[in-house]
């Protein structure tokens, strides 16, 4: 029996200027959009990177 493993499906995340990809299947899900932080999810209220040193520029 041979068993083939996908790769799992690889976008990029919804928030602007935020150039981090995120995997479908396990990655954070808002209104039918998929983030790769909270804080992008929640549109950057106090104006903080997604994640520290990634070179986004999606803040604020």
Do not use: I, Y
């Not at 299947?25 to 929640?42: H, I, K, M, Q, W």
């Amino acid at each position: 029996m041979t068993t083939t493993l996908e790769k799992p499906t690889t976008l990029k995340c919804a928030c602007p200027g935020c150039h981090c990809t995120v995997q479908a299947e396990t990655t954070l899900r808002r209104g039918g959009l998929l983030f790769c932080s909270d804080v992008c999810a929640n549109g950057h209220p106090n104006g903080e990177p997604c994640h520290s040193g990634c070179g986004c520029e999606c803040q604020g």
